[in-house]
DNA sequence: AACTTCCATGCAACCGGTTACATGAAACCG
DNA sequence: CGGTTTCATGTAACCGGTTGCATGGAAGTT
């Protein structure tokens, strides 16, 4: 493997100057430049990343901690893969790497902050595990960049990125009261949850904002998962007064929930109207096709990416990322033409 | 942060012997042994990753290669995740890290090559991305130690990983003729990829096992998405003679068959049985459930993991590694106590 | 007692970059 | 034309580990 002393003596320069070349161009002459690119390419001469971030403790590396915990074999978070590639992709452009870490259940509380330093790592993105891991903590707390996705971390460098929740929940409400239903019944996530708390506050402002009387017992929690929404909607079934339309925290419970109306002998849509979130690609694949409110999940890695690159190199923390989330219609709130 | 010559200093020995306690314990008396671990502690020392690379030349670092094409935005490995889960653990056991690297479209063909030469990456895990991306060859044709899931690649230190999709097919005819069918059609994947070509071999080999006529007719190439299924399903039932039983050699396909077969007013099992391969999230959740051949997901990533460990350290290259697949009965095949 | 072997450790060069500071030549300026 | 500024580059220390070889003392051997 070509060194840069080797490269430098090939050009007649010194080391100093090859090393200018890769890091600062423009303060190098042109033609030496050209002639040291040249030889560069024509050697295959590689500058070699750790001398570089042994020499300046930068690594251009960036960690990813998202959760492996094979006692919950079920847990997804739904769009893990589109998040990798967005945040891959936005990281690539600026010549950053991903690392990846995962939590290991033997682990120690700092055992994150302790690979980010052993491997100079310049920031750290958490996909948001689910639960209160406190072996995120002593890495949040230190002044380490990190970025959190979908729930807020407290450190003296951090920030995250979420969808704007709550004005999705509103669009799902203001959607179905628009096709008609006026008895509202939600299926919330975990409310200890950020999303689940937010798209529960959207969904009571917008009923506010139409007008329409909120009424606790339409209110089922849920736990994102598909069954909890089949358990959901055979509880607002036995209701005096059932609803004509339900939205559903997730397009999981709102497919387990489109499952019980069948069974129940209803119609969807035109007994009970449905509305997901997330856009999971099942929704557009489970007969009528479920209305939902689509997360931008590739601008999820690309925020991410954006923020804990901005937090390295400009040592400012920025505030908190909400991305619009798109309201995506299909036949569950009214005639789909694909199906 | 503490450096090994601090370290060194406080315990009163040279560098030299705190590395040898970090990479060779038993050659270090055990008294100095343990004073220089308790320091270490009482200090929070930590070994420089680069450092360690610099002079070693081994960064107990694998590069992950998979596909972000965002001009394919809807291809996925079925598994990426669980690969990923089962990979990053199996590594982390061993005391590797992953790093992720993906193909950019204006990358020239040694990129891969380069990356892992600047990291000093001891080995590289290709996920099979579905089409031959010549940026691969390079690395395939260096020293580098490369696993490959789902193909096979050629190289001096290459091996791949892969489910036994012939068995797995074998099974799925098997368990449609013991129940009962006779007219049993498939729904191939593409043909020049080996899991297309393998689960076809199986197939056929299962129809001459069991004393079944090969009819040209009943095989329909698809290309493992859902759209192909539907399309080759429908196809198969304009036949004079209509198949009884569809082996699909992807669960997406099966999921678009099970659509063209309820659409055309026909039921599943009763007219016509089903089996996938994969056994994806979906598998379960659509009615009436959907018998597939199981992968062993996870095993996917451990075997990997451990294939190129033993690449790196044991300068021999295993044989490639055949994973047993399981069949999962559901509703698609018989009565389904779940629906 | 002299000799060999073994054990634990130190010495010092080395891995391949970066960068503060120094230097010398050319350009600029009144 | 002397002095100042600018530009391009070189010098050399430094980043924090690893490791081949040397060393000295203890243990084992004859």
Same mark, same amino acid.
């Given at each position: 493997m070509a060194t840069i002393r080797e490269l430098a003596r090939l050009c007649g320069v010194s080391s100093a100057t090859v090393s200018r070349v890769f890091n600062n161009p423009e303060v190098v002459n042109a033609q030496t430049r050209e002639l040291i690119l040249s030889t560069a390419a024509r050697i295959g001469y590689l500058?070699?990343?750790?001398a570089r971030t042994l020499a300046t403790k930068r690594s251009r590396m960036v960690g990813l901690i998202w959760d492996t915990d094979h006692r919950r074999p079920g847990w997804r978070h739904p769009f893990f893969q589109e998040i990798l590639i967005?945040?891959?992709?936005?990281?690539?452009?600026?010549?950053?790497?991903l690392l990846m870490l995962a939590t290991s259940e033997?682990?120690?509380?700092?055992?994150? !902050?302790?690979?980010?330093?052993?491997?100079?790592?310049?920031?750290?993105?958490?996909?948001?595990?689910?639960?209160?891991?406190?072996?995120?903590?002593?890495l949040a707390a230190s002044e380490v960049p990190c970025v959190s996705l979908d729930r807020p971390i407290e450190g003296p460098r951090t920030t995250y990125v979420t969808s704007d929740n709550a004005a999705g929940a509103r669009e799902a409400v203001r959607h179905l009261h628009a096709?008609?239903?006026?008895?509202?019944?939600?299926?919330?996530?975990?409310t200890r949850t950020r999303p689940g708390a937010e798209r529960l506050r959207g969904y009571l402002e917008e009923l506010a904002a139409l007008g329409l009387a909120h009424r606790p017992e339409l209110v089922?929690?849920?736990?994102?998962?598909?069954?909890?929404?089949?358990?959901?909607?055979?509880?607002?079934?036995?209701?005096?007064?059932p609803p004509d339309a339900v939205f559903a925290a997730g397009d999981e419970m709102a497919i387990g929930a489109l499952r019980a109306v069948t069974e129940a002998g209803l119609k969807v849509p035109e007994d009970i109207a449905l509305v997901g979130f997330d856009d999971i690609e099942l929704a557009a694949l489970v007969p009528p096709g479920l209305?939902? !409110?689509?997360?931008?999940k590739a601008g999820f890695g690309t925020a991410a990416a954006a923020a804990v690159i901005t937090m390295i190199n400009e040592d400012v923390t920025p505030p908190s990322r909400l991305l619009p989330t798109t309201l995506v219609v299909r036949g569950s709130t009214g005639p789909d033409p694909r199906f």
């Open positions: 500058p070699n990343e750790s967005g945040l891959k992709t936005a990281l690539s452009e600026r010549g950053y790497h033997d682990g120690t509380p700092d055992d994150f !902050l302790r690979a980010v330093r052993r491997h100079n790592l310049d920031g750290v993105v958490f996909i948001d595990n689910g639960r209160d891991d406190p072996s995120l903590q002593p096709t008609g239903r006026r008895v509202i019944a939600t299926i919330t996530g975990p089922v929690e849920g736990d994102f998962y598909l069954s909890s929404g089949y358990a959901a909607m055979r509880a607002l079934l036995e209701l005096e007064e209305t939902t !409110l689509a997360q931008d």
